[in-house]
Each structure stands twice: as structure tokens, then as C-alpha cells.
């Protein structure tokens, strides 16, 4: 990948691909998780959550940009050794490959309870899931053009459906901004943030840039868009139905959007386009956690293609996704996963980062 021709992604395409990874699932339970932590201070812990995603994502572009011609499987290797490194990769693997089940299993949930009522949730995880891997099959050129494509159609309609909804917020509902149980403060940010962590996949596309040393203005435009996304999201939800409210409901954004109508009453009722949006975010953030998957593992067993993988980890997927015995369950098994996860997409970068300045290694340069 030494020559910069053969390095198709632009600073652009990452940007977008950040966003579109990151707007995904989580949208629709994040004024609830929010709500838990802080009450009426949701926003402050949605902003300290952000804030905590925002240095993991900044320390894993550091370590792209030092190391530019390698993905994070590569240099972890020489950083770290490479028992230590190949430790790091099936952590990594495994902890993305059980992200993706969850997704899966979480969108069936959502399309069997809201649209669907009489489908078997397992129809439509595996319908997700198959997409996913057939998406993924393509080269990282089509990876990045499929984000882009779908990039407008998401930020769009989301966007107009947060500021649409600002109507019918009281102020009164977002006060006051103090909490009192500094725990469940801490608990709520990590969960917050945890709902960032699809943002590793910079690590496989830092190596295919145009020109790397960009990649730090893609991390921080794709986290502002993304975090300023969710930060509207639950401004809105708290202000429009409050905090004691949002406690009594399960997928609160969905029902700002049933709440929120356009002018002139063009639309009622924005929830099923807004469910048309939310289907394709979720396809993209599933779609960059199942490459993320397929790519480690490709690393891992020093092959040329990760297509080989991509049918195989099929059945381990659906299995996990189909593991959670309710909504409930799921849940508790979403925030559980995700706060634990912190340890390997935010710890283990920042101890890379921490050997590789110590120890002053870094990668060839273009130069």
C-alpha cells in the first residue's frame, strides 16, 4: 500500500463512514439509558459520554497515523510482541463478533414489535445478518462507497426529525441539571459511550487512506456529527415527554418521532420513515462491526481475502444473537457487554499508545 494511488479512501469517506457506523442501534434506547444515569441531567451525561468515546477514538487514529501502513493487528505486534498482539486480535474478534449479534438481534426486535407483529424475531436477524454478510464480501473500496451511498439518507431525515421535535420541548423538563447518584452518573456515561465503540473500525481504514495524517480531522468531524446527533437526540426525547416519562418507555426516539409531525401536517406521524432511516443505519453500523470482524480474522490466520470468513461466522453470530431471552434480558445484556468492551476498544489503544511513545516505535511513512 505504498503508493498513494493505490490508497482510494478519502479524509471525506472516513468522516462518513464514522457516522454512518455510529448512528446506529443505540439511537432508539439512548434517551432511556441516558434518563437512568441522570434523570433530568440526561444531556450531561450524554455529553461526558461522548466525551469519554471521543479519546478512544482520538488515540486509536494517534496510533493509525504513527503506524500508516498498518492496521492496529499489525502494529500491536511489534508494540506489544506477538503473543501479546494475536491475545489483543481474538479479543477483539470475539468482542465485535458478539457486538454484531446483539445489533442483529436488537433490530428484530424493534421490526417484530413495531412493524412485523407476526413474524418469528429469528426471520428477521437472520435476514439482517445475511445481508450484512454479503455486503461485507466486497473490497474496502465498495465498503466505503456503500457508506457514502447511504450516508445523506440517514443524516438527513434523522436530523430533520431532531429539530422537528425541539417544537414540542418545555424547558421545564430539562431542569434541573444535577444529579444525585454520582454512580449512576458514572455507570450511565461508560454506557453512552460504549454505544461509540463501532468507531475501531478507523483501524482498518487508516492504512488505506489517501493521505493518513488526515485521518485525525475525519475522527473528530465524524464524532461531532455523530455525538452532536445524539446529544439532540436526547435534548429532545427529556424535553419533549420528561424524565419520569422516558423511564416507563422502551424505545423512546422512536417515540419522539411518532410525537413530532411536519409542518403544514405534510406527514402526521414521522415514525415509519423514521423507521425506514433507522433500518439503514443499522445496516451500516452492523455492516462495519462484521467487516471489522472478518478483517481481524483475516490478519489473524496471515490470509489474502476475508471473504473466506464471511459465511463461516455466520451461524457463530446468529447463535449469540439468539441467546438473550427477552427485550429485557437483551438489554441488560447490551449494557453489560458494551461497559466491559470499554476495556479493549478504549484500554488496550491507550496502552498501545502509551508503549509505542515510550518506546519510540512507529511505522514507514509515504515519505
Request: aromatic share 10%; net charge positive.
Amino acid at each position: 500500500m505504498g503508493n498513494t494511488n493505490e490508497r482510494p479512501i478519502t479524509m471525506l469517506q472516513t468522516a462518513t463512514i464514522l457516522v454512518s457506523t455510529l448512528i446506529g442501534v443505540g439511537v432508539l434506547p439512548l434517551p432511556l439509558f441516558a434518563v437512568r444515569a441522570a434523570d433530568s441531567a440526561a444531556p450531561f451525561v450524554t455529553m461526558l459520554g461522548i466525551g469519554f468515546a471521543s479519546i478512544s477514538l482520538l488515540l486509536l487514529t494517534w496510533l493509525g497515523i504513527r503506524f500508516p501502513k498498518e492496521t492496529i493487528f499489525e502494529y500491536s505486534n511489534r508494540i506489544i510482541g506477538k503473543w501479546l498482539g494475536t491475545v489483543g486480535t481474538l479479543l477483539v474478534i470475539l468482542f465485535f463478533a458478539i457486538l454484531t449479534s446483539l445489533a442483529a438481534r436488537e433490530f428484530g426486535e424493534v421490526v417484530v414489535t413495531s412493524v412485523l407483529k407476526s413474524t418469528p424475531v429469528e426471520v428477521t436477524v437472520i435476514v439482517m445478518l445475511v445481508l450484512a454478510a454479503i455486503s461485507t464480501r466486497k473490497p474496502l473500496t465498495l465498503f466505503a462507497y456503500m457508506h457514502n451511498f447511504y450516508f445523506p439518507w440517514l443524516l438527513v431525515p434523522v436530523v430533520l426529525i431532531s429539530i422537528l421535535s425541539l417544537n414540542n420541548a418545555e424547558i421545564v423538563n430539562l431542569q434541573p441539571i444535577i444529579w444525585s447518584h454520582p454512580q449512576k452518573v458514572f455507570i450511565g456515561t461508560l454506557t453512552i459511550a460504549a454505544l461509540f465503540q463501532g468507531s475501531f473500525v478507523i483501524t482498518v481504514i487508516i492504512p488505506s487512506m489517501r493521505k493518513p495524517q488526515k485521518a485525525m480531522r475525519a475522527s473528530i468531524i465524524g464524532i461531532l456529527i455523530a455525538g452532536g446527533l445524539y446529544l439532540v437526540i436526547v435534548s429532545a426525547s427529556v424535553g419533549v415527554f420528561g424524565a419520569e416519562e422516558i423511564k416507563k418507555l422502551l424505545w423512546p426516539t422512536l417515540e419522539l418521532a411518532k410525537a413530532t409531525s411536519l409542518p403544514a401536517n405534510v406527514l402526521e406521524r414521522l415514525d415509519a420513515a423514521f423507521l425506514a432511516v433507522w433500518v439503514t443505519a443499522v445496516f451500516t453500523t452492523l455492516l462495519s462491526s462484521y467487516f471489522l470482524t472478518l478483517y481481524a480474522l483475516k490478519q489473524l490466520f496471515k490470509m489474502q481475502d476475508h471473504r473466506v470468513f464471511s459465511f463461516i461466522l455466520l451461524p457463530f453470530v446468529f447463535f449469540m444473537a439468539m441467546l438473550p431471552q427477552n427485550v429485557t434480558h437483551l438489554y441488560g445484556v447490551i449494557e453489560d457487554v458494551g461497559r466491559i468492551g470499554l476495556v479493549i476498544t478504549t484500554a488496550y489503544p491507550a496502552v498501545l499508545a502509551l508503549l509505542a511513545f515510550v518506546r519510540k516505535k512507529r511505522g514507514e511513512s509515504d515519505g
